[in-house]
C-alpha cells in the first residue's frame, strides 16, 4: 500500500435475525449498522468524505436501487457524501474496500464509510437460489438445476477429485471446524444450532446430497444483515489518535490487497488450469499480491484468517491458494488439526460464512472488520492468541472476481 489505510472501527448486525419478519429492510439495516460503526469508530458523520456501499442484488430481492441516496435516507448527517455502489457478487464488499482504500491514497478523501447489506429471507429458498444465480453465466452454465450454486460448486469438488482425489470425511471435517467456531460468535447465524450424529458425514438420512459430493453442511446458508467500516488516512487518524487517545501502533491497518479477475464461466476457468499448479491460479496471484504488497513473506507470517467459504469444498481449495497445503492436500491441513484456534493458521475463528452467516454484499466488509478485531484483540470469545497479522480472501461468483487483503496491527 502506497501510505497506510486505517480501520478505526466498525459493526454488523446479527446476522441470525430475519429482518422481513420483523417487518424491517434495506433502510433498516443501514439504519443499524451504520450509526453503530460511527460510534464503534468515535467517528462524527460529518467527518465522513465519501462513501461505498456494496450490495449484490438489491433490485431483485427488494425491488431497490440507488443505495447511495439509501444511506442518506437512513442517515441524514450523511447527506451531499458522494456515494457509490458496487457489485462483484459475493466480493461485493472487498471491492467496496479496495475502492475507499484508493480513495484514502489517493489523498482525495481523508475518511470513507464502507457498508455492505444484503436482504435475502424475505423470498422463498427457491427464488434467492435463482436471484443468486444471476452472478453465474444467465442460460450458459447451471442450466436445469434446481440450485445453480450448489450445482457450480459441486463441479469443483468433481474437477478436483479428478485431479488430486477427494475424501468427503476432509470436507465433513471442514464444515464442523467452522460451525464449532460459529458456536462461540455472539453474531454468528448458527450459533445456537445443534447437529445429529453423522451431521457431517456422508450420512444420507441426516446429511442429504444436495448435488454432486456436496452435502447439506457442504453448503451455506441464506443470510441477511449489514456490515460497516471506518476508513482513514494517515494526517486523520493521527488526529484521531490524539483526540481519542488512541495508540495507532495498537489499532488495524489494511497493509496491503490482491484484487484478480478470471472469464466468467467456470468450465473456462478450469479448462484454462488444467496444466496448472492450482486449480484457480489468479486467486494464488491475488494472494501473492497481497503478500508482497504488505511485506510479508506469506502464509507464515500470518496468525489467522477469514476465507471464504459459501461451500466447504471452497474453503478446502483456498486453504490450497494461501498457501498454507500445497495442490491436492488441502485436506491434511483440515484433519491435522492446522486450520483449528489452537492450530498453526486459525481459519474462520468467526464462523466463516458456513457459520457466521453470507448476506452477499455485506461479506467482504465484515471480513475486514472481524480481521480488525483479531489484530487489536477484540474479537470476544472468537479471539485467537496473540493475533497481529490476518488475511482476508473473498470471492464473487466460481472463482470469478478474487480479493485478498492483509489487516494488521499498526503499520507494519
Known sequence: MTNPVHVLGGAQTDFARNWSKEGLGL???????????????????????????????????????????MVVAAVPGLDGVPSTRHEAACASGSTAVLAACADIESGRYDVALVVGVELMRNVSAQTAAEYLGTAAWAGREALDVKYPWPALFADIAQEYDRRYGLDHAHLGRFAEIAFDNGSRNGLAQTRDWEFPAGSFDENDEVNPIVEGMLRKTDCGRITDGGAAVLLAGPKFAQAWARRTGA?????????????RTATLLLADKLAQSADRDHLFP???GAVEDAYRRAGIAGVDDLDVAEIHDCFTINGLVTLEHIGLAEPGKGGEVVMDGSIERGGRLPVNPSGGLMSHGHPVGATGVRMVLDSARQVTGRAGDHQVDNARRALTVNIGGSFTTVVSTVVTRGTR
Open 282 to 284: 489468479h486467486l494464488r
Open 27 to 69: 433502510v433498516d439495516m443501514i439504519a443499524e449498522t451504520v450509526p453503530a460503526a460511527l460510534a464503534d469508530a468515535r467517528v462524527d458523520d460529518h467527518e465522513v468524505g465519501v462513501v461505498h456501499v456494496s450490495n449484490l442484488a438489491g433490485e431483485l430481492f427488494a425491488g431497490q436501487a440507488q443505495l447511495g441516496g
Open 247 to 259: 495508540d495507532l501502533d495498537q489499532e488495524a491497518t489494511i497493509a496491503g490487497f490482491g484484487h
